[in-house]
């Protein structure tokens, strides 16, 4: 069966310090990954998408960057992170649009 | 470009009692998909309903049903019965084209007892 693995679930980050937030899939090939952003009470925020290996398309310009190293492997960095970087962060996957997303349980993300 | 929009930032509902979301969307192309998610305070996303827009059936999902209307670009969720577990942030989505979705902002359903 399929399944999307996210973590770490929560994580308390100093500002200026650095992220590494890891979602992985199993049971698939070759899916489309996304990370997505949602403050408190609020919408979701596509930041980055990728098709393939090595293939990332970002959404929104911000101090966050994106990492596909393997196929079924989407990461998230930032080497310096801010304040306003707090938030819930979201992985999905899928590999056709005609049965929407699969997301993971999410990392809720507080900068002090 | 593709917009969904969701009316109702936040709604309320009397257990057992039925409860409608409104979604409307944007789109030019003929072919797409419509879904519903749920985010109960867990924040999990689980899908509730999907649509293709091909046909004019209205999906059902044991409570949950919808009342796309494909002319009008609508595409409201009805719970039936609500129960205390529906309390939960409702997102609208539409899917067209290869793999990317669009959701609406949201409508937080409160179900009271």
């Known amino acids: 069966s399929q399944t999307i693995h996210q973590w770490p679930a929560t994580l308390v980050q100093p500002v200026g310090s650095p992220l590494s937030l890891e979602c992985t899939v199993e049971?698939?090939?070759?899916?489309?990954l996304y990370w997505y952003r949602q403050a408190a009470g609020r919408g979701l925020q596509l930041l980055f998408y990728s098709v393939g290996i090595g293939q990332i398309s970002s959404e929104v310009p911000q101090n966050l960057s994106a990492s596909r190293p393997q196929d079924r492997q989407f990461i998230l960095s930032s080497k310096k992170l801010l304040l306003s970087d707090s938030g819930f962060y979201l992985c999905a996957w899928n590999i056709q649009v005609n049965y929407g997303y699969t997301f993971g349980s999410g990392t809720r993300l507080t900068v002090v | 470009a593709q917009t969904v929009t969701q009316s109702q930032p936040e709604m309320s509902v009397q257990e057992a009692e039925t409860v409608t979301l409104s979604c409307t969307y944007d789109?030019?192309?003929?072919?797409?998909?419509l879904f519903w998610y749920k985010q109960p305070p867990s924040r999990q996303m689980i899908l509730v309903i999907r649509q293709e827009a091909y046909k004019q059936q209205n999906a059902t999902e044991n409570r949950f049903s919808v009342n796309f209307q494909k002319a009008a670009k609508s595409f409201s969720l009805k719970i039936s019965d609500s129960q205390l577990g529906d309390t939960a942030m409702y997102f609208c989505?539409?899917?067209?084209?290869?793999?990317?979705?669009?959701f609406g902002k949201g409508t937080k359903l409160s179900v009271i007892p």
């Open positions: 049971g698939t090939s070759n899916p489309n």
């Open positions: 789109t030019s192309e003929n072919n797409y998909y």
């Open positions: 989505a539409l899917g067209r084209g290869s793999y990317q979705l669009t």
